[in-house]
């Protein structure tokens, strides 16, 4: 079972991004892509580019 999770939040330039969230690791990771609404950021996270982010960075911060 995952032990992770994605959200969608608002960054302070407006735009929207969307954020890892690791037990193991203090702050949530940006995944790197922003976006002008919520919507197309949550839209993201059902293509596999989203998947490779997240893969990659579960990787990279997970102990």
Same mark, same amino acid.
């Given at each position: #079972?995952?032990?992770?999770? *994605?959200?969608? +939040?608002?960054?302070?330039? !407006? /735009?929207?991004?969307? &954020? ?11 995944? !790197?892509?922003? &976006? /002008?609404?919520?919507?197309?950021? +949550?839209?993201?996270?059902? *293509?596999? +580019?989203?998947?490779?982010?997240? +893969? #990659? #960075?579960?990787? /990279?911060?997970? /102990?």
């Amino acid at each position: #079972m995952a032990d992770h999770k *994605v959200t969608v +939040e608002q960054l302070p330039n !407006g /735009k929207w991004a969307c &954020f890892l969230h690791i037990p193991s690791h203090d702050e949530p990771v940006n995944l !790197g892509r922003e &976006f /002008k609404n919520d919507e197309h950021a +949550e839209n993201w996270l059902n *293509v596999s +580019e989203s998947v490779t982010a997240i +893969e #990659m #960075m579960i990787r /990279k911060y997970q /102990k």
